[in-house]
């Protein structure tokens, strides 16, 4: 039986390739053309390119925002939903810690702890933009307690409710890999994200937890 594959014509038997005919496909096979020409692939590149561009045109005009700061802290630019709330919910566990043993090991990640805190709390009034926890939809905060101006505890709202998706409404999840939920924080604190990158991107720098996200 003769099968196409990506413009390649693939000897096999009984509907499967054969396995000495693999790596000669693959060394001849054009990945790119095959992905450009797959419409779920090429759907999910526009989808990406959309949101890149949609965070761009945000921190282009945010006043916040220096351009050399953009250059420095530019990769959550690139993240998709999932991967920014990861980050926060990470980012959430991190202000969380506390040592487990006394030693200069653990005074100075205790040192960084409260450092990064702070840093994130002198930022309050850039991320909640004369808003707070209590502004966030009912739904969400109900059964919980946060203190509505902390950034320490919006960044442990994010974490609770991303880390318990399956017990949101459907209107912030829907199946869609996080960016219902993300778009709906983003709307509301459309800062935190970078402020708190810039915060642990400068304190956190070499923690393991952080090197998914240089």
Known sequence: MVRSLGGIQCLSQRGHVEE???D????????RDALMNDP???ALLDLKKD??????R???????????ELEKYYPPICWDSEKSLDFLCLLSERLSWRPLEESPRYRAAESRRQSLRRELESRKQQIFNGKSVDDIDQNLTQESQYDDESVKDLLRFVRNKWWHRLQLPEQFVGGDGG????????GLFPDLLMVSYRAASGICARESWFANFR
Do not use: G, M, W
């Open 179 to 186: 960016r219902l939920f993300y778009d709906y924080l983003h």
């Open 58 to 68: 945000c921190l282009l005009t945010n006043p916040n925002f220096s351009s050399e």
């Open 40 to 42: 779920s692939f090429t």
């Open 51 to 56: 949101d890149v561009h949609r965070k761009l």
């Open 20 to 22: 000495d005919n693999v």
């Open 24 to 31: 000669q496909i693959f060394a001849e096979f054009d990945l």
